[in-house]
């Protein structure tokens, strides 16, 4: 009889419920419910639809049931950074604001009159980014200090569901080193950043690690879906989760975790913050068995996405209209082919620029950006695309070449996993502006890497290289360059 475990891997845009089981010496994967994550406009705000959210994590439980494959634990992974507030009765207070609201404008230059920028990244490693946890605190401080006042529980996004699923809090480590708040050396909370921004000391408590039991399902819950099943903190970050599975072989490759956000870097077993680490915004993010990710934050296929819902007339926030929509339904693969029938336009677009980060009309900054920068302007469906693969080779080659320098190693190969891995023009550009070999696969990376520390948890595998091993064997892995 099949032991069965489950992963629900969330994204930006959307959930999945990945079921595996192993079948001769094989990892085996069964997608068993999508749904749809999105935002709306709520009192000003771009919120996350909670709602929406938790009705998604349980149908698909109830669709485990359905088909008779009941998983012995579960591990949600969810994106970084976005949090919840609990009062003293674990009601929510306020909403679950969105990365991309723009309510952290200006909240960098705030909480760097209570601690220097540089003081920040030596304790925390993390890199600067407008969305960070520690900026959007600072906005509810300056915005709304009242819901502080009232709070007495701050959970991030997969410690809330986990909460909802179980009744049990926890915070988990990967997750929290996002919220530039985690002292890197102590991998714990930075109570003396904590109390210099004037955070309430409470919300912040002990941190678990990936493989930590969270609980069983609540009797309400497991009436609901029909079955009993023991929560288990996986790397609840997705980037986290996603490096567990890169089936690399030697410590020379660098990882790219390519989905709405690409995660580009090599696994440490300290963290850097040096001053050119800083320069050059890379991260130590905390990952599972306290690796560190020194990566950085590409904007990635959100960029595509974008483009893409803009084209169709589809909506990503609830209200927001396209005026791009010519009736043609564009498919990945269809903007695919348009980039490469325009491969001569030779306009290159900075990917990280923030203009790119939460726009009304993604195609139009592209146009402002390339016209600001002086650039041509890309008029076509393709030449908007052609720019956009572009800019993100390039960035991938330069983010390469700063991680070999500022770590000294020698880079060898480029390790693709998640959604991204798929698209083979992408993969050939970066083989080509990085001059290295591209490995693509698996695809279902962090929905893997979720599945690893659950199945490490089982006894399934011995440790963490047995199970890059067991990926190995078990999925397509394709070769570029």
Not at 1 to 28: P, Q, V
Not at 171 to 190: G, I, R
Not at 318 to 341: C, H, V
Request: glycine share 8%.
């Amino acid at each position: 009889m099949n032991r069965y475990f489950l992963a629900i891997d969330i994204g930006a845009s959307s959930g999945r419920h990945m079921l595996s089981w192993m079948e001769e010496g094989k990892m085996m994967l069964r997608e068993m419910y999508r749904f749809e994550n999105r935002q709306k406009e709520k009192d000003g705000h771009l919120c996350w639809d909670l709602d929406n959210l938790w009705e998604g994590v349980t149908e698909g439980l109830k669709a485990c049931k359905k088909e008779g494959m009941i998983p012995e634990t579960i591990g949600i992974d969810t994106w970084a950074v976005d949090f919840v507030l609990l009062d003293g009765e674990d009601k929510l207070i306020g909403d679950a604001v969105a990365y991309r609201d723009d309510r952290t404008k200006g909240m960098d230059r705030e909480v760097f009159e209570l601690i220097p920028e540089r003081e920040l990244y030596e304790r925390t490693g993390i890199q600067k980014q407008p969305f960070n946890t520690i900026y959007q605190l600072m906005a509810v401080k300056k915005q709304a200090p009242q819901d502080l006042e009232k709070a007495e529980t701050f959970l991030m996004l997969p410690d809330y569901l986990n909460f909802r699923l179980t009744g049990v809090k926890k915070q988990e480590y990967t997750n929290a080193t996002s919220t530039n708040l985690v002292n890197a050396a102590d991998k714990t909370w930075d109570k003396e950043i904590i109390r210099k921004l004037g955070l309430p000391e409470r919300l912040f408590g002990e941190l678990s690690v990936p493989g930590t039991i969270v609980g069983p399902l609540s009797h309400e819950l497991e009436e609901k879906v029909g079955f009993s099943a023991t929560v288990i903190l996986p790397a609840t970050h997705d980037t986290g989760s996603a490096f567990l599975s890169v089936p690399a072989r030697d410590e020379s490759s660098v990882y790219l975790s390519s989905g709405t956000w690409s995660l580009l870097g090599v696994e440490n077993l300290e963290p850097i913050t040096s001053q050119d680490a800083q320069k050059a915004n890379l991260t130590n993010e905390g990952g599972a068995f306290y690796r560190y990710r020194f990566l950085k934050n590409i904007m990635g296929l959100w960029i595509i996405q974008s483009i893409r819902r803009e084209l169709n007339g589809t909506e990503y926030v609830e209200g927001r209209k396209s005026k791009y929509a010519t009736g043609k339904i564009y498919s990945f693969p269809d903007l695919i082919q348009e980039a490469g029938n325009s491969a001569d336009f030779e306009t290159v677009l900075d990917v990280n620029d923030e203009s790119f980060l939460s726009p009304v009309s993604m195609i139009d900054a592209i146009k402002d950006y390339c016209k600001n920068s002086g650039q041509a302007v890309p008029e076509t469906v393709g030449e908007i695309m052609q720019c956009v693969y572009m800019g993100l080779s390039k960035c991938y080659a330069d983010t390469v070449k700063q991680i070999s320098e500022i770590t000294g190693k020698e880079i060898t190969a480029v390790n693709i996993i998640g959604g991204g891995c798929q698209d083979a023009y992408l993969n050939e550009l970066t083989a080509r502006a990085t001059g290295l070999p591209v490995f693509a696969g698996p695809i279902e990376g962090t929905a893997i890497g979720n599945l690893v520390i659950q199945m490490i948890n089982a006894g399934i595998f011995k440790d963490l290289a047995d199970a890059r091993d067991c990926i190995f064997r078990s999925f397509d892995i394709k070769q570029f360059g």
